[in-house]
């Protein structure tokens, strides 16, 4: 089993953690190791906690880091950091690293059912346990299925796209990636199909949907922040404007001092910030990155340092 994966903004994100020789960091979405690699390098008596829910990047990570010391790893869903790392007593952590979304191994492995490009399962479970994008697209109503696309996937056309996925169901139940590609494809108008794959917003939302990314990205957020010490740092990368949104509101909202109107001559609700920015804006891709790594188009870092 090979988890090939070309970790995203790799420079960025660490010289953002800020890493301590001693330190104790966590890799929340550890993959394939790309990051957690990185981070390990640049420890000498400190740790790094790598978690990962798919039992995929779990053997290859076992695997990588099987003879350093320094390395630890958790098969977990990274929306339960908190809880798993109470559970083994780890103390306050000195950063932790989210990468968020589908790895490259999950796309470019057929079977896993992510990829609109390959013929197989309708599946999309990083977890591989769940329910599947093809119980869903068989399963729940139209108004739902609407709203699962427009939400999570912004997609113009959810409207269609669902009406003509009902239809194909009542004829047979819809069972791999490229039945249900060719359904998106009839139901958006011509112009669109010209304009990338028509059916990527769609496997996007099924995706979110299956795996539950954005209630995963609030909760671990939130436990990722509560673990970090004083001067610790939250890195998160992210690949769409939903999960970069989320992102922003949170730091934001973490960098926030007195929320007193704006006419109060002096505070009374004694709100201090709990954070602040390490960068105000998104650190994105630069030119030589993209041209490795055309994936990295997408992607935006942010980082925030605990107070």
Same mark, same amino acid.
């Given at each position: 089993?090979?988890?090939?994966?070309? &970790?995203?903004?790799?420079? #960025?994100?660490?010289?953002?953690?800020?890493?301590?020789?001693? %330190?104790?960091?966590?890799?929340?979405?550890?993959? %394939?190791?790309?990051? *957690?690699?990185?981070?390990?390098?640049?420890?000498?008596?400190?740790?790094?906690? *790598?978690?990962?829910?798919?039992?995929?990047? /779990? @053997?290859?990570?076992?695997?990588?880091?099987?003879?350093?010391?320094?390395?630890?790893?958790?098969?977990?869903?990274?929306? $339960?950091?908190? #809880?798993?790392?109470?559970?083994?007593?780890?103390?306050? +952590?000195? =950063?932790?690293?989210?990468?968020?979304?589908?790895?490259?191994?999950?796309?470019?492995?057929?079977?896993? =059912?992510?990829?609109?490009?390959?013929?197989?399962?309708?599946?999309?479970?990083? @977890?591989?346990?769940?329910?599947?994008?093809?119980?869903?697209?068989?399963?729940? &109503?139209?108004?739902?299925?609407?709203?699962?696309?427009?939400?999570?996937?912004?997609?113009?056309?959810? $409207?269609?796209?669902?009406?003509?996925?009902?239809?194909?169901?009542?004829?047979? &139940?819809?069972?791999?990636?490229?039945?249900?590609?060719? /359904?998106?494809?009839?139901?958006?108008?011509?112009?669109?199909?010209?304009?990338?794959? !028509?059916?990527?917003?769609?496997?996007?939302?099924?995706?979110?949907?299956?795996?539950?990314?954005?209630?995963?990205?609030?909760?671990?957020?939130? =436990?990722?922040?509560?673990?970090?010490?004083?001067?610790?740092?939250?890195?998160?990368?992210?690949?769409?404007? +939903?999960?970069?949104?989320?992102?922003?509101?949170?730091?934001?909202?973490?960098?926030?001092?007195?929320?007193? &109107?704006? $006419?109060?001559?002096?505070?009374?609700? =004694?709100?201090? !910030?709990?954070?602040?920015?390490?960068?105000?804006?998104?650190?994105?891709?630069?030119?030589?990155?993209?041209? #490795?790594?055309?994936?990295?188009? *997408?992607?935006?870092?942010?980082?925030? #340092?605990?107070?």
């Amino acid at each position: 089993m090979e988890f090939a994966h070309i &970790p995203v903004l790799l420079n #960025e994100a660490i010289k953002g953690l800020k890493i301590k020789e001693n %330190g104790i960091y966590a890799d929340g979405t550890a993959g %394939g190791g790309g990051h *957690s690699n990185e981070i390990l390098n640049h420890l000498t008596t400190g740790k790094l906690i *790598s978690i990962d829910r798919d039992p995929d990047a /779990i @053997s290859i990570l076992t695997q990588r880091f099987k003879n350093n010391e320094n390395s630890i790893i958790i098969k977990g869903n990274f929306a $339960d950091i908190k #809880e798993i790392l109470n559970h083994r007593n780890v103390g306050r +952590l000195d =950063g932790v690293l989210l990468d968020i979304g589908v790895s490259s191994y999950q796309l470019n492995t057929p079977s896993r =059912g992510f990829s609109y490009h390959e013929d197989a399962p309708l599946d999309m479970r990083m @977890s591989k346990k769940g329910t599947t994008a093809a119980e869903i697209v068989n399963t729940v &109503p139209l108004n739902e299925l609407i709203n699962i696309l427009q939400t999570y996937g912004e997609e113009k056309f959810a $409207d269609s796209i669902a009406a003509g996925i009902v239809r194909a169901r009542e004829e047979k &139940p819809i069972k791999t990636t490229l039945e249900l590609a060719e /359904i998106v494809k009839n139901n958006v108008p011509q112009r669109v199909r010209r304009d990338g794959h !028509p059916a990527r917003k769609t496997f996007q939302a099924l995706r979110i949907a299956v795996n539950d990314e954005l209630g995963a990205l609030a909760k671990g957020l939130d =436990g990722a922040f509560e673990l970090l010490g004083s001067g610790g740092r939250l890195a998160v990368i992210t690949f769409h404007s +939903l999960e970069d949104r989320m992102v922003k509101q949170k730091m934001a909202t973490w960098c926030k001092g007195c929320t007193c &109107p704006k $006419d109060f001559p002096v505070c009374v609700c =004694g709100n201090k !910030p709990k954070a602040k920015l390490v960068n105000r804006k998104p650190i994105c891709a630069n030119e030589t990155e993209l041209k #490795e790594n055309p994936r990295a188009r *997408s992607a935006k870092l942010r980082i925030c #340092e605990k107070i």
